[in-house]
């Protein structure tokens, strides 16, 4: 199945820009997630990517997808001390629509 | 609005007891899913379900079982509750056959077995 993988832990500035990598192991995924999780909050959709396309920008997010390194990315610009939360990529597998996530990565902004 | 909500936010069970953990969505969506959630293992699959009475094994089924009598609502039950099964579990619904798919989740269970 489906494999995710994604660092642990992020330190920025506020104003910095932020990156957020994942790998992922299944190329039939059809859309690739990201997600936001604020402490003791439930996950909160960010964005998605359609696997058809390299890029999308969503006002301060970019997410870059590079199918043929099956590397995704998502990039915060102007990170402020409200993005600090953990941020989760999942892959949608084809079929009954499953997601898997990678482990998470937390953002700390730090003022 | 969409809306998928659990049962509970916290709730706290003696090892051996039989839990029960509700979701019920107001989207009327075919597809609803179980996971739980552990620091430093991310989301994992337990089981899912694609129409009523209808069942799937996620990653990780064993020690649980689901239910679904009917469309909006989607059970969790651990038969005989472990303190290995403490964890935040989070339900999610998704409506199939569209262009574009989203996974809607639920605010999460936080379990506690003592």
């Known amino acids: 199945g489906e494999d995710v993988e994604q660092s642990l832990f992020l330190s920025v500035r506020e104003g910095d820009s932020s990156v957020i990598n994942c790998t992922y192991t299944?190329?039939?995924?059809?859309?690739l997630y990201w997600y936001k999780q604020e402490p003791g909050a439930g996950l909160q959709l960010l964005t998605y990517?359609?696997?058809?396309?390299d890029m999308k920008q969503d006002q301060r997010l970019t997410v870059l997808l590079n199918k043929k390194d099956k590397h995704l990315s998502l990039r915060i610009a102007d990170t402020q001390t409200g993005d600090s939360a953990i941020y989760f990529c999942?892959?949608?597998?084809?079929?009954?629509?499953?997601?898997?996530f990678g482990k998470g990565t937390m953002l700390l902004v730090s003022p | 609005d969409v809306k998928v909500t659990q049962s509970s936010r916290y709730l706290v069970k003696r090892t051996g007891e039989k839990v029960f953990l509700e979701c019920v969505q107001d989207m009327d969506h075919e597809n609803m899913f179980w996971y739980r959630q552990d620091p430093g293992l991310g989301l994992r699959l337990i089981y899912f379900s694609y129409d009523v009475k209808m069942k799937e094994k996620g990653d990780i089924p064993e020690g649980y079982s689901v239910s679904r009598e009917k469309k909006e609502r989607f059970s969790l039950i651990l038969e005989s509750a472990s303190t290995n099964q403490t964890s935040m579990y989070l339900c999610?619904?998704?409506?199939?056959?569209?262009?574009?798919?989203?996974?809607?989740f639920g605010p999460g269970t936080r379990l506690t077995v003592t």
């Open positions: 999942a892959g949608m597998n084809s079929g009954y629509s499953t997601l898997t």
């Open positions: 999610a619904s998704i409506t199939s056959g569209t262009s574009y798919v989203e996974q809607y």
């Open positions: 990517i359609f696997s058809n396309m």
């Open positions: 299944d190329s039939s995924s059809t859309y």
